[in-house]
């Protein structure tokens, strides 16, 4: 089996930016992400809002079995913080893995990655949404350790 290699993306790497749009534009294509392809002018704009949301970080996956490693998943993640800890969390927005690399570890390598830095900052949660019809992103959160606070409410969003 090839190797996964997990890397904090520059945003500033024309590789690593076109890597990011590309399993962001698989996702999007996926039923878990949607079922369409991102929208050019969304493309066109990723990268730079990312770059000016100073609390913004991506972890791309690599499958290191070519001389031209392939991205495989991605952890876009944002800082917060709580104010009932006092103290910074991480949000994985997005946690994707390609078709053909789900189920072999991927997911579980870029959480890693998550909670090393999170760790490392001191954070008191990562926090995430997983939808109702995912059982598969369930139970890898679950096996993991995340948990369903059991709260009466859902994430809410008001679309502008």
Known sequence: MPSTR???????????QTDIIATLDAYAQDPMGGGEPMAQD?????????????????????????????????????????TFAAKPLINIHDLAVVPTARRTGVGRKLLDAVTAKAKSLDCCAITLEVRDDNPAAQKLYAAYGFHDNNTPHRFWKLKL
């Open 6 to 16: 997990i890397i904090l993306a520059d945003l500033d790497n024309p590789r690593h």
């Open 42 to 82: 969304v493309k066109e704009r990723l990268i730079p809002g990312l770059k000016a949301h100073r609390a913004a970080f991506i972890f791309l996956a690599y499958r290191d079995n070519t001389n031209d490693p392939q991205p495989v998943g991605i952890a876009n993640c944002f800082m917060g913080f709580s």
